[in-house]
C-alpha cells in the first residue's frame, strides 16, 4: 500500500449528532456474532462476540494458541468457521471469497 493511501470505503464520512465536536460517524461496523472454528477436536475459537465501529483501531491479545490469527484468517475469508458469522457494515461475509 502506498504511503496515506487509506483502507476502507472511498466514500467520506458524515458528520452526526452523536459523534464529538470535529469528528464524524463510523461508516461501517465489524461485527463477530458467537464466532467458532473447530480444527477436530480443538476448539481455536469459541463463541466469540466482537463489534469493531468503522475508522476504530483495534488489536488482538493473547498467548499462542488462543485464536488470535483463525479469527483474521476468518474476517478475510481464508478459513470458514464452524458456527456464526461475520458481518461488515450489516451484511454477512460468510460465502465471500477471499481477495
Known amino acids: 500500500m502506498a504511503t496515506g493511501e487509506q483502507l476502507g470505503s472511498a466514500e467520506p464520512e458524515t458528520p452526526s449528532e452523536d459523534a464529538p465536536a470535529g469528528r464524524t460517524a ?3 461496523a465489524l461485527e463477530l456474532r ?3 472454528k473447530h480444527f477436530g477436536d480443538v476448539v481455536a475459537v469459541d463463541n466469540v462476540d466482537l463489534t469493531v465501529d468503522g475508522g476504530s ?3 488482538l491479545l493473547g498467548p499462542s494458541g488462543c485464536g488470535k ?3 483474521l484468517r476468518m474476517v478475510g475469508g481464508h478459513e470458514h468457521p ?3 458469522n461475520i458481518f461488515l457494515d450489516g451484511r454477512s461475509l460468510l460465502g465471500i471469497p477471499s481477495a
Request: hydrophobic share 25%; aromatic share 6%.
Open 34 to 36: 458467537q464466532l467458532t
Open 26 to 28: 463510523p461508516s461501517s
Open 82 to 84: 464452524t458456527s456464526g
Open 69 to 71: 490469527t483463525t479469527i
Open 57 to 59: 483501531y483495534i488489536v
